[in-house]
C-alpha cells in the first residue's frame, strides 16, 4: 500500500478560466441572437448543473446509466485483462467518476499502482471526485485535467512508454452532432499508440417511448438540470430570466435517432443580460434548442469507427441490448 499522501498522489491542470469566461460569453450572445436560439449543452455542467445530473443517472426512467454499470460490473475483469501494468486510465467528462469506480477498483486488483486521469469542464465536481477516490483508493494517483474535450485531450500528455486506456462513458458522445464526433474521434485516434485503447459507452437506437420517457421523468429533475441553463446565465453573465415562464421539452427525432430538448418560452417576455448589453425577446412557445441526444445502431457504430481511423474491437451489451460499451483500437499503420 502506498504511503504517500492525497497532495503528492494529486495534480491538477486547468485551462484559462478567463478564456472559459469569454467563450461562455460569446456563444450565449450568438445562440441567443440566431434566428433559431440555442444554448451550447456543455454549458449545463456548472456544479449545480453537475449535481443534477448524477441525481438524474438514478431516475427510475434513465435506464443508460444502470445498462453501462451492469456491462461494466459484468465485464470489468474482461478489460482490464487487456491492458499492462503501467497502463493510465483516462477519462473524458469525468464528472463524479461514480462508474469508473468499477474500472479503477479492478486495476488496482491486477497492478500495485493505478494511474488516473479524470477531464472534466467543472472544476468544483472535478477536485470533490479526486479527492473522493483518493481518500479510498490510497494506491490510486491522479492527475486530473479541467478542461472541455479538445483542451483536456491536448494536455493528456500520452508517453510512449505506457499502455493507454481512453474512457468516454455515460453516452456524452450522443450529446455531439455526427459530424462533429467524426471530427473529435479522428483528434484521439492521432493521440493514440498502437497499444491504446478508447472505450465509448453508445446508447442504441430503440423504442421511441423508452427514450422519450428517460428525458422526461416524472420527477421534473431532466426540466431543473434543462431550467439550471437560464440559472447559468444570470449567475455569471447577470441575466434576468425567470425559470418559470420557461417549460422543459424533450421529443426523440426517429428519423435522424436524436432526443432534442428545449426550453419553450410559455409568455412573450424580454430578458435583459447584463455583461452582454442584449435585450432578448421571446415571443409565447418560441424555444431555445439546448441539447440533442444521439443514438446509434450497431452499423452506424462500425461506420463511424472506420470513418475514424478506429475499428470495434470488441462491443459489449446489457441483457435488455438498450446500451453498448465499445472498445475500439486503432487501426495499424
Known amino acids: 500500500m502506498s504511503t504517500s499522501t492525497i497532495e503528492e498522489r494529486f495534480t491538477l491542470t486547468t485551462t484559462d478560466d478567463e478564456i472559459f469566461i469569454n467563450n461562455f460569453s460569446e456563444d450565449v450572445k450568438i445562440g441567443l441572437t440566431s ?7 456543455v454549458y449545463f455542467y456548472d456544479h449545480i448543473g453537475s449535481q443534477l445530473f448524477e441525481k438524474i443517472c438514478e431516475l427510475p426512467e434513465y435506464y443508460l446509466t444502470r445498462a453501462e454499470t451492469n456491462i461494466l460490473e459484468s465485464n470489468a475483469d474482461d478489460i482490464a485483462s487487456q491492458f499492462s501494468e503501467e497502463t493510465v486510465l483516462v477519462e473524458l467528462g469525468s464528472g463524479s467518476s461514480t462508474k469508473t469506480r468499477i474500472l479503477i477498483e479492478t486495476f488496482l486488483e491486477r497492478q ?7 477531464i472534466d469542464v467543472s472544476l468544483q465536481m472535478l477536485e470533490e471526485s479526486s479527492y473522493s477516490l483518493l481518500r479510498e483508493y490510497p494506491d490510486l494517483e491522479i492527475n486530473a485535467i479541467a478542461a472541455r ?17 481512453i474512457t468516454w462513458l455515460g453516452s456524452s458522445i450522443g450529446n455531439l452532432e ?7 474521434l479522428q483528434h484521439i485516434q492521432e493521440t493514440m499508440h ?26 421534473g429533475i431532466t426540466a431543473e438540470f434543462n431550467l439550471n ?14 425559470t418559470e415562464n420557461f417549460d422543459h421539452h424533450a421529443v426523440y427525432n426517429e428519423e435522424v435517432g436524436r432526443i432534442e430538448m428545449y426550453l419553450i418560452s410559455n409568455i412573450d417576455q424580454k430578458v435583459f443580460i447584463r455583461e452582454l448589453d442584449l435585450d432578448v425577446s421571446f415571443a409565447a412557445n418560441e424555444s431555445i434548442h439546448t441539447e440533442n441526444s444521439f443514438k446509434y445502431s450497431l452499423d452506424e457504430i462500425d461506420m463511424l469507427a472506420g470513418q475514424t481511423g478506429l475499428y470495434v474491437e470488441q462491443q459489449w451489451f446489457d441483457p435488455a441490448r438498450l446500451f453498448s460499451l465499445n472498445l475500439f483500437a486503432p487501426v495499424a499503420g
Open 229 to 242: 441553463l437560464l440559472t447559468h446565465v444570470n449567475r455569471e453573465l447577470g441575466g434576468n430570466f425567470n
Open 112 to 118: 500495485s499502482l493505478a494511474h488516473y486521469t479524470p
Open 35 to 41: 434566428e433559431s436560439k440555442y444554448l451550447p449543452f
Open 194 to 219: 498502437p497499444d491504446d485503447r478508447f472505450l465509448v459507452g453508445i446508447d442504441l437506437r430503440k423504442d421511441k417511448t423508452i427514450i422519450e420517457n428517460a428525458y422526461n421523468d416524472t420527477q
Open 149 to 165: 474535450y479538445n483542451e483536456g485531450i491536448e494536455h493528456m500528455n500520452i508517453r510512449n512508454d505506457q499502455q493507454n486506456l
Open 178 to 184: 455526427r459530424s462533429e464526433v467524426t471530427t473529435l
